[in-house]
């Protein structure tokens, strides 16, 4: 099994950016895909986006779109969340998170099975 740890996380004022880092170790299979999730305080978890490892293809929630850029380092086994625009609506803790490609949809989180312990993001007025 791979190995996930989240970094980059902390306090920025709205409108403002930061970026998410993802580092793996561990196993790790070439046929998966790579997403974010997130929760904020009182919600469920939700998807906040993607990217398909064997093509590199990517695919985001509404709410982010236009701001939230997921790209990879495969050398460096990293995987980012670029993130622009941030509101106060994006407050939440952030969680990587890797999986085999299956027929399970990517939208829901039962679809990957590995996941780093999170980093918190928070957006002030």
């Known amino acids: 099994q791979v190995q996930l740890v989240e970094s980059g996380g902390g306090l920025v004022q709205a409108g403002g950016s930061l970026r998410l880092s993802c580092t793996a170790s561990?196993?790790?299979?070439?046929?998966?895909?790579l997403g974010w999730f997130r929760r904020a305080p009182g919600k469920e978890r939700e998807f906040v986006a993607v990217?398909?490892?064997?093509?590199?293809?990517?695919r985001y929630a509404d709410s982010v779109k236009g701001r939230f850029a997921i790209s990879r380092d495969d050398a460096k086994r990293t995987v980012y969340l670029q993130m622009d625009r941030l509101t106060p609506e994006d407050t939440a803790v952030y969680y990587c998170a890797s999986g085999l490609i299956s027929t399970m949809s990517v939208l829901t989180a039962r679809a990957y099975s590995d996941w780093g312990q999170g980093t918190q993001v928070t957006v002030s007025s």
């Open positions: 561990g196993r790790s299979l070439r046929q998966s895909k």
């Open positions: 990217l398909w490892r064997p093509t590199g293809a990517t």
